[in-house]
């Protein structure tokens, strides 16, 4: 299975029992022992987030979180691009945006989408 492949598998896994899961969670099951891992990890995540935005998806990046429960700054940058989001990369209004796109994220993904 591809990096790519295993890190969607593991997003989906998470939708599916209803939680987000940490980008350290995720580095330690796919990239242990690697040297910039969170950084590797957060470039595949921005991978996937471009995908499901091209395709209209609901964004499986969005389970994936840091300490504070909300995706890192890039996350909300990479919104910005196709004008998905256009507000702070923290706060209130981006815990309300990443709540509401968690939640459709969820009921797709976790739902076997």
């Known amino acids: 299975m591809s990096l790519d492949a295993g890190l969607r598998a593991a997003l989906v896994t998470a939708a599916r029992a209803g939680r987000t899961v ?8 796919l990239l242990p022992g690697e040297a910039q891992r969170i950084h590797r ?4 995540l921005e991978e996937i987030l471009r ?3 091209v395709a209209g998806r ?13 995706p890192g700054r890039g996350f909300f940058m990479l919104l ?5 989001y256009d507000g702070p990369d ?6 309300e945006w990443h709540a509401a796109a968690l939640a459709r994220a969820l009921d797709h993904w976790g739902d076997g989408g």
Do not use: C, I
């Open 22 to 29: 940490s980008y350290l969670q995720l580095a330690d099951r």
């Open 41 to 44: 990890l957060t470039l595949l």
């Open 51 to 53: 995908e499901d935005l």
């Open 58 to 70: 609901p964004l499986l990046a969005a389970l994936a979180v840091g300490r504070a429960g909300l």
């Open 80 to 84: 910005r691009e196709p004008g998905a």
């Open 90 to 95: 923290s706060g209130p209004a981006a815990a």
